[in-house]
């Protein structure tokens, strides 16, 4: 199987490092597009009337600066790396289901992001369902 489109998850970690290098090596042996995201983590009692009414709120404005200066970061060292990539800021109440939202969204055929804490076999397979 090949993989076309690759979403890869990113945060502002030493793993995020180690991820984007992976992911360029894997895109560029197999000539994937990829996007690059970053979630914003929604408290449902914070976040309350901006989830609602869509009302600004200067905490979540500045959890999205903090996200989108990752997401460009990010962008530079694909770059650096010889790849072009597409970036989104993601938000949503849970982390996981907003990457496997913009999976589905994007078409994507494999999910690329770090693993925190885990070694040995538990870190190279974190899991194995199809993303359909």
């Known amino acids: 199987m090949s993989y076309q489109k690759i979403l890869v998850a990113i945060d502002d970690?030493?793993?995020?490092d180690k991820v984007i290098r992976e992911a360029a090596q894997l895109a560029k042996a197999l000539?994937?597009?990829i996007t690059v995201v970053g979630?914003?983590?929604?408290?449902?009692?914070?976040a309350d009337t901006y989830i609602r009414y869509g009302q600004g709120n200067e905490l979540i404005d500045r959890v999205k600066g903090y996200v989108r200066d990752n997401l460009t970061k990010a962008e530079q060292k694909f770059e650096g790396l010889?790849?072009?990539?597409s970036t989104q800021i993601l938000e949503g109440i849970s982390i996981h289901q907003?990457?496997?939202?913009?999976s589905q969204n994007l078409g994507s055929d494999l999910i690329i992001m770090g693993s925190h804490g885990r070694t040995g076999f538990k870190q190279f397979?974190?899991?194995t369902r199809q993303i359909s």
Request: net charge negative; proline share 4%.
């Open 82 to 85: 010889g790849l072009s990539v």
């Open 13 to 16: 970690s030493e793993t995020a």
């Open 31 to 33: 000539n994937s597009q």
């Open 125 to 127: 397979v974190l899991c």
């Open 39 to 46: 979630v914003v983590t929604l408290d449902p009692y914070l």
């Open 98 to 102: 907003e990457i496997i939202n913009a």
